[in-house]
């Protein structure tokens, strides 16, 4: 059982549409970041969320902390084909790592 | 200047051969990570180490042994490779090994086992 879900695992849209991405657990996080990968890369933190309610924006990027500090969300206004990559969300683990989740790749085609 | 680079960037090899990754990052960072990433893109937790001290060691395999001379290099050498071990490896690091540190990952090493 992964200790973050990641929803949807795939996302394919038009450029200039706007998505929601989800991370989703059953724990409480003293903190939780969301990366993106791009093919052949490694991944580049976007953002960390600390406080429950949270609300982070970073240009068309809006990153949002559950008031529970259990979920995030990512939404992604106006989206551009440079956007397309992994995203990915990170939570402490039982020793205080970072647990990844399994990842929303995303497609944003011209 | 590259902040955590990782040597090689590919690697092809046949089963049974025993293989080393190398890793250093120029951060000053007191934290050093590996990581693997399987074909669905999980990236999973392997080793971590805290100025040359394993932090930790997830159920990984006695085969991966992991080496840190000091706390700028973070070494992983893989002994009798199987095809599962197939993978990209990143190394990573992170000013400590607290939660909410940004992890700075390196470029990744995509080893193939055939």
């Known amino acids: 059982t992964q200790l973050l879900e990641q929803s949807p695992q795939f996302l394919s849209i038009q450029e200039g549409e706007n998505l929601t991405v989800y991370c989703n657990s059953s724990s409480v996080f003293s903190s939780l970041q969301w990366y993106r990968q791009e093919p052949g890369e490694g991944p580049v933190l976007l953002v960390t969320?600390?406080?429950?309610?949270e609300v982070k924006k970073l240009k068309r990027l809006t990153f949002q902390f559950g008031d529970a500090r259990k979920d995030s969300s990512l939404h992604i206004t106006a989206a551009q084909p440079g956007d397309t990559g992994l995203y990915l969300c990170a939570g402490a683990g039982g020793n205080n790592d970072m647990r990844f989740g399994a990842g929303t790749r995303l497609t944003v085609k011209p | 200047d590259t902040a955590v680079s990782q040597t090689p960037k590919y690697l092809v090899t046949q089963m049974g051969n025993d293989k080393s990754i190398k890793c250093e990052q120029n951060?000053?960072?007191?934290?050093m990570y590996w990581y693997k990433q399987d074909s669905k893109k999980f990236l999973k937790i392997m080793f971590s180490?805290?100025?040359?001290?394993?932090?930790i060691n997830e159920t990984v395999p006695n085969r991966f042994s992991p080496k840190s001379p000091d706390k700028a290099h973070l070494n992983l050498h893989i002994n009798s490779l199987e095809l599962g071990d197939s993978a990209v490896y990143f190394c990573?690091?992170?000013?400590?090994?607290?939660?909410?540190?940004?992890?700075?990952f390196g470029e990744g090493s995509w080893l193939t086992v055939v």
């Open positions: 969320v600390v406080t429950g309610g």
């Open positions: 990573a690091s992170s000013r400590t090994g607290a939660p909410g540190n940004t992890i700075y």
């Open positions: 180490y805290n100025n040359k001290e394993l932090i």
């Open positions: 951060l000053g960072h007191d934290t």
